[in-house]
């Protein structure tokens, strides 16, 4: 079954330090997403993208936050200068439509020291 | 007041029961509303959606959308301990399926 896949699993960085997390999208959906979880926290809407560009964001992806789409399958979300807070699992999603189920990746958990 | 308030529980049950899980939203212009399931350290899956207000069912899972009292639920038929998981109750806020608002989930344990 066609999956998203996220990597790596497990990222540590230390604070003020670039990251770029990975995802690869199931190959024939065309809308890309971003979302985190914050440990105890609800899992919160980061960016949607489609057609190269972003379509929506939340409040919570502002200038620090860039996503991208280098190539045919994979979907990138950096984070510039991390912070402490930005430790979170973070989870790619995708669909093929705008109306149809969004399917989750496992997530890649930063930690930030 | 937030948008989509779950009691996060945890709630425990023995093996066989019906299980009851709840949320509650704010605004009235939400349409769309999905529950997902979430295993330790995996992403959300979803297990149901529904538009509007009605039930849906698909094998021992019900959900149903209040939208009277801005209520939905999701009932579990004789429960499974493969059922324990994080469930969580989401609401489509924007213009794509993938822009949702989730609540905090309920996490359930089913006791063999």
């Known amino acids: 079954e066609p999956e998203v896949t996220q990597t790596p699993s497990h990222q540590v960085t230390q604070m003020g330090q670039e990251v770029i997390l990975r995802c690869v999208p199931i190959?024939?959906?065309?809308?890309f997403y971003w979302y985190r979880q914050i440990l105890g926290q609800k899992v919160e809407f980061l960016v949607s993208?489609?057609?190269?560009?972003?379509?929506?964001k939340s409040e919570i992806f502002d200038d620090q936050f860039s996503v991208e789409r280098p190539d045919g399958s994979n979907f990138t979300l950096k984070i510039r200068s991390t912070k402490l807070e930005d430790s979170a699992m973070y989870f790619c999603?995708?669909?093929?439509?705008?109306?149809?189920?969004?399917?989750f990746g496992q997530g890649t958990r930063l930690t930030v020291v | 007041q937030k948008e989509v308030e779950q009691d996060p529980g945890p709630l425990s049950v023995p093996e066989g029961a019906i299980v009851s899980l709840n949320c509650t939203y704010s605004?009235?212009?939400?349409?769309?509303f999905m529950w997902y399931r979430q295993y330790s350290r995996k992403g959300p899956e979803l297990l149901m959606y529904?538009?509007?207000?009605g039930n849906k069912e698909d094998g021992r899972f019900t959900a149903q959308v209040d939208k009277s009292s801005k209520y939905i639920s999701l009932f579990i038929r004789d429960s499974q301990p493969s059922d324990s998981a994080t469930y969580l109750c989401?609401?489509?806020?924007?213009?794509?399926?993938?822009?949702?608002?989730f609540g905090k989930g309920t996490k359930l344990s089913v006791k063999p």
């Open positions: 999603a995708s669909s093929e439509t705008r109306n149809t189920e969004a399917f």
């Open positions: 190959s024939n959906h065309l809308y």
């Open positions: 993208f489609y057609n190269n560009e972003i379509s929506e």
């Open positions: 605004n009235s212009a939400f349409q769309y």
């Open positions: 529904t538009y509007s207000s």
């Open positions: 989401a609401t489509r806020k924007g213009g794509s399926q993938g822009n949702l608002i």
